[in-house]
C-alpha cells in the first residue's frame, strides 16, 4: 500500500522515557546507613585520640564521605523537607525562641521538624504545635573536655541519623551544638558565622573556632538587637533575606488549662481574689547568685501590703524552693500568700503566672514567662551598676524588650568580686551574694516607678541603684 505520509515523513518508533518512580527517588534509612555513620564518628575518636589533636577539615572530608555513601547529602526534591532544631540553653532562651520555631513552621508548612533541646524545657516543648519530633539532650559530660563532648554526642546523634534532614538551623550557644548538627547528617547547617553572638562568653566558646567550620551556611551577625530573642530570628533574618512575619514569643498551654489554674487559684487564695491585685512572686532559678534572699521577699510584701491589704502574692519556682516559699508565708500570712512550687510543672506554672497582673521576682524563667503574658516585671539582679551598661551585658542583653520592667541592681560589686570580668557580674555563682545588697526599700522604689510607667504606657527596662 502506497504510504499516506507527505514526501520526507518516514515511519517510526515511538520510544517512552524510563522515569524513576517519586516512591523511590527518595532513599529512606536503613539501619546500615546508621551504622556505618557511627563507626565513622568511632573511628575519628581513636583517631584523634591517637593523634592527641582534633583536626575539623580531616574529620570533616572523612565523614561527609561517608555522609555521601550512606546517603545523607542526596536532593530531596521528592520528599518533604526534614528540618533540625537545635537549641543547648536554659527555659528562658527556649522562651526566646518560641517566635523562631513558629516562623520556621510558618515558611516551610509541610516539613517534618525536629527539635533538639535541654529536658529542662521538656513541659514547654511537649506542647509545642510547630514541631513533629521532639529530642531531649541532656549533655552529660564535662564541659571543659572537648573529646568527652564528642564522644557524648557520637552517642545521641544516633537518634538523629534515623532523619535526613535538609536544614539544620542551630540556635546554639556551645560548640558542642554545632559538632551535633555535623554529625546528625544534615546536608545545610545554618547559623552564624565566626562572630557568633550566641557563643560569647560561654565555656566552650574557646571550642568554637574548632566546631564553627561544621556550618555550611554562615550568616552575617547584623546586629538589630541586643535582645536574646531577636537575635535568634536574625538567623531567619538573613538566611531567609526577609523579615520574620510575627517577632512575638510564645507558651502552648493545654486546651483549657488556664481557666483550670485560675480556679487552684481561687481555692488556695479564696473565691474573690481580684486578678487584677494577683502578684506572681518568681523566688526560684538555677543559679544560686541570681537568687534574692527569701527575707527580703517578705519584708517587700509587707511593705506592699501596708499599701494595699487586697494584693495577694503567688510564689513561685520548682520544688527545691519550697522551704524558701514557706519560710516567706510564714512572715505574710497564709491568707496573702500561697505556694506554687510543689506539684507544678513549667507549663503549669505559666499558666498561673498567666493568670496574675504583675511579676516580682528573680531572673530566671519565670521572669521570661510573664513577658510572654505582657506582665509589668520587678526584677533584683546581681549585677552590679557600676560595671556599666553595654549592650553585651546580662541586664541588657536579656531583658525583654516587650513590656515595663523595673531592674533593682547593687550599686558596686562586694569585695570578693571587685574587677570581676564574668559575665553576671558577680563571680560568687554557688549562694546569694552581691544581689544581697539590694534592699526591699529599692524594690518599693521600683514598684512605685514600675506603676506610673504601666499607667503611663512606658514600654522599656529602666535600671536602678541606691541614691
Known amino acids: 500500500m502506497k504510504s499516506s505520509y507527505p514526501a520526507g515523513i518516514t515511519d517510526y518508533e515511538e520510544i517512552k522515557p524510563q522515569l524513576t518512580e517519586v516512591a523511590e527517588s527518595y532513599r529512606d534509612v536503613s539501619e546500615q546507613d546508621i551504622q556505618m555513620c557511627l563507626e565513622a564518628f568511632e573511628a575519628y575518636r581513636k583517631q584523634a585520640l591517637g593523634e592527641e589533636k582534633f583536626d575539623t577539615d580531616v574529620f570533616q572530608d572523612q565523614l561527609d564521605k561517608v555522609f555521601e555513601e550512606a546517603g545523607y547529602r542526596q536532593d530531596s526534591m521528592y520528599k518533604r523537607n526534614e528540618i533540625l532544631l537545635i537549641i543547648d540553653s536554659g ?13 520556621i513552621r510558618r515558611i516551610y508548612e509541610d516539613a517534618c521538624i525536629v527539635l533538639v533541646c535541654y529536658p529542662r524545657g521538656k513541659a514547654l516543648a511537649e506542647t509545642c504545635p510547630y514541631v513533629d519530633e521532639v529530642f531531649y539532650n541532656s549533655r552529660e559530660f564535662y564541659w571543659g573536655d572537648f573529646m568527652a563532648s564528642y564522644e557524648w554526642e557520637a552517642n545521641f546523634a544516633a537518634k538523629l541519623l534515623s532523619h535526613r534532614f535538609d536544614l539544620c538551623f542551630v540556635f546554639g550557644h556551645y ?18 558565622g565566626a562572630d557568633n553572638p550566641l557563643c560569647q562568653g560561654h565555656i566552650m566558646t574557646a571550642f568554637y573556632s574548632i566546631t564553627s567550620e561544621f556550618v555550611s551556611v554562615k550568616l552575617p551577625n547584623i546586629r538589630k538587637s541586643d535582645i536574646e530573642s531577636d537575635i535568634y530570628l536574625g538567623i531567619l533574618d538573613n538566611f531567609l533575606r526577609v523579615p520574620v512575619k510575627n517577632r512575638n514569643k510564645e507558651i502552648w498551654l493545654r486546651p483549657g488549662e488556664r481557666e483550670e489554674l485560675d480556679a487552684v ?3 488556695k487564695l479564696g473565691a474573690a481574689t481580684d486578678k487584677s491585685l494577683r502578684i506572681a512572686i518568681g523566688i526560684g532559678g ?10 527580703n521577699y517578705g519584708l517587700l510584701m509587707k511593705k506592699l501590703l501596708m ?5 495577694r502574692f503567688l510564689l513561685m519556682g520548682g520544688p527545691d524552693d519550697h522551704a524558701a516559699a514557706e519560710e516567706i508565708i510564714s512572715m505574710v500570712g497564709s491568707e496573702y500568700a500561697a505556694d ?27 521572669l521570661h514567662i510573664a513577658a510572654v503574658y505582657n506582665l509589668p516585671i520587678l526584677t533584683p539582679n546581681c549585677y552590679p551598676g557600676s560595671l556599666g551598661l553595654g549592650r553585651e551585658t546580662i541586664p541588657v542583653r536579656f531583658a525583654p524588650n516587650n513590656v515595663p520592667m523595673v531592674m533593682a541592681l547593687p550599686k558596686e560589686p562586694l569585695p570578693e568580686c571587685a574587677g570581676s570580668k564574668f559575665e553576671y557580674g558577680c563571680r560568687i555563682i554557688n549562694q546569694s551574694h552581691c544581689i544581697t545588697q539590694v534592699t526591699p526599700e529599692l524594690m518599693l522604689s521600683g514598684f512605685h516607678l514600675l506603676r506610673e510607667m504601666y499607667e503611663a504606657g512606658i514600654v522599656e527596662t529602666r535600671y536602678i541603684v541606691e541614691s
Not at 559538632?179 to 546528625?184: K, N
Not at 538555677?286 to 527575707?295: E, F, G, L, M, V
Not at 499599701?307 to 494584693?311: D, Q
Open 340 to 366: 506554687f512550687t510543689i506539684g507544678f510543672n513549667l507549663r503549669q506554672s505559666a499558666g498561673i503566672i498567666s493568670n496574675c497582673a504583675c511579676y516580682i521576682g528573680n531572673d530566671t524563667s519565670t
Open 307 to 311: 499599701a494595699n491589704e487586697g494584693y
Open 286 to 295: 538555677s543559679s544560686p547568685q541570681k537568687h534574692w534572699p527569701p527575707y
Open 175 to 192: 560548640a558542642s551544638s554545632y559538632l551535633l548538627a555535623f554529625m546528625s547528617g544534615a546536608k545545610e547547617r545554618i547559623s552564624y
Open 91 to 103: 527555659v528562658g532562651d527556649f522562651i526566646n525562641l518560641s517566635a523562631s520555631i513558629r516562623e
Open 265 to 267: 487559684i481561687r481555692e
